[in-house]
């Protein structure tokens, strides 16, 4: 049995998460995607490709996103934090697109791949909770995903901003999808197993 302190964070962590989930959706809108998703749209016009990448705890939502990207019609590739300057930016052409994951838009970590992906001639784009960051100043479009807390003991590790990293690049895929026009066939020929594979087949 949890211990009542152990209760009590639970309880306060779900009260934040709430309370800066509501107030980061607040803010966003259909205009919020106009300049990113106009970079990767022209991006793909001329052949070029879209990537994702983060260190840490981003770099997990990075690979999220890049399957979610890639099932809805946007094709997208997880571009490793720090093996990218480790040889991992040959899988980048000039004329790409690189979103750039990072809370604090400020890890060295990040900057340096960064600085890789422009050298080899790619579009950046941020998804910080500090706009004014190194980051969010560095690339070429920014999208803002900031919260005022974490949320559980410490306040420290990342909950909230993850959070609020996955709407954004969540709405972003939404407009994606919904410029590619994607039907019910074109999305199960991407993702025919499971119950979602089913779904089509049960819709005849």
Not at 7 to 18: D, H, I, M, P, Y
Request: glycine share 12%; charged share 20%.
């Amino acid at each position: 049995m949890l211990q009542r302190e152990s209760r009590q964070a639970v309880e306060l962590f779900l009260t934040s998460a709430k309370k800066e989930f509501s107030d980061f959706a607040d803010k966003l809108g259909g205009d919020t995607y106009e300049k990113t998703a106009e970079i990767i749209l022209n991006a793909q016009k001329n052949g070029g490709r879209l990537h994702i990448t983060g260190i840490g705890k981003p770099g997990h939502v990075s690979a999220y996103m890049a399957s979610l990207l890639s099932s809805t019609g946007n094709p997208c590739y997880f571009l490793h934090g720090t093996e990218a300057v480790h040889g991992s930016c040959g899988q980048l052409v000039a004329g790409d697109v690189v979103i750039c994951i990072s809370n604090s838009g400020e890890t060295a970590e990040l900057k340096a791949t960064a600085i890789a992906i422009r050298s080899n001639g790619c579009k950046l784009i941020a998804v910080t909770g500090n706009p004014r960051s190194w980051l969010g100043t560095y690339c070429d479009a920014c999208l803002y995903a900031g919260v005022e807390e974490e949320g559980g003991p410490l306040n420290r590790a990342p909950r909230n901003s993850i959070l609020a990293e996955l709407l954004t690049l969540q709405a972003l895929s939404v407009a994606l999808q919904a410029e590619r026009g994607w039907n019910p066939e074109q999305y199960v020929r991407c993702h025919p197993g499971g119950k979602l594979g089913q779904l089509r087949e049960n819709e005849k």
